[in-house]
T-cell receptor, first 111, second 121 residues
């Protein structure tokens, strides 16, 4: 599975959009981009995933560049409850499914 | 609540003792994963089961660690002769496999439990 690079920390004002970047320059054609987050003292929580098209669900939007070497997770209206560590993971879809986590980005949403 | 549950939530033990953790996955999920997370780090994969078969083990899973899923439902993770370096959060996750959902794209997110925090003194 390809390696990902994320900034260690970011701040965002409550109510504003949070844009979390991820670089995955070695991604293969059959690898998907997944995002999980981990709120303090809880297990990780799935957010969204995509292959090459942009994706949106009730939690977030995922924008993947045309060359697929980077992506951005967008939380459109961040709340204090979105304060968490956000992990970007790439892996082959439909395989064994193990997730390889990096250190993620700690997002602090401030009032 | 029909999510993934783990017991106990916290365990304090003395070095050299054996400990066992339990994970109850979401009932219809046939895959079960164990991860370990130390402070400030992301979770690290330990092992996974599909039904009762243990299909992959990480090199992190030393011979003091053993995991079972005897009936393809709940799983246990045992650590023998605990060491201080075993202190961590042990996370369990479950998911379905691609073949078990007709018409799916074969992409299945993992649902994590709250974890068991182990402290070895």
């Amino acid at each position: 599975d390809a390696k990902t690079t994320q900034p260690p920390s970011m701040d965002c004002a409550e109510g504003r959009a949070a844009n979390l970047p991820c670089n995955h320059s070695t991604i293969s054609g059959n690898e998907y981009v997944y995002w999980y987050r981990q709120i303090h003292s809880q297990g990780p929580q799935y957010i969204i995933h995509g292959l090459k098209n942009n994706e949106t669900n009730e939690m977030a939007s995922l924008i993947i560049t045309e060359d697929r070497k980077s992506s951005t997770l967008i939380l459109p209206h961040a709340t204090l409850r979105d304060t968490a560590v956000y992990y970007c993971i790439v892996r082959v879809g439909g395989n064994t499914g193990k997730l390889i986590f990096g250190q993620g980005t700690t997002l602090q949403v401030k009032p | 609540d029909t999510g993934v549950s783990q017991n106990p939530r916290h365990k304090i033990t003395k070095r050299g003792q054996n400990v066992t953790f339990r994970c109850d996955p979401i009932s219809e999920h046939n895959r079960l994963y164990w991860y370990r997370q130390t402070l400030g780090q992301g979770p690290e994969f330990l092992t996974y089961f599909q039904n009762e078969a243990q299909l992959e083990k990480s090199r992190l899973l030393s011979d003091r660690f053993s995991a079972e899923r005897p009936k393809g439902s709940f799983s246990t993770l045992e650590i023998q002769r605990t060491e201080q370096g075993d202190s961590a959060m042990y996370l369990c996750a479950s998911s379905s496999s691609p073949a078990s959902l007709a018409g799916s794209r074969g992409l299945h997110e993992q649902y994590f439990g709250p974890g068991t925090r182990l402290t070895v003194t």
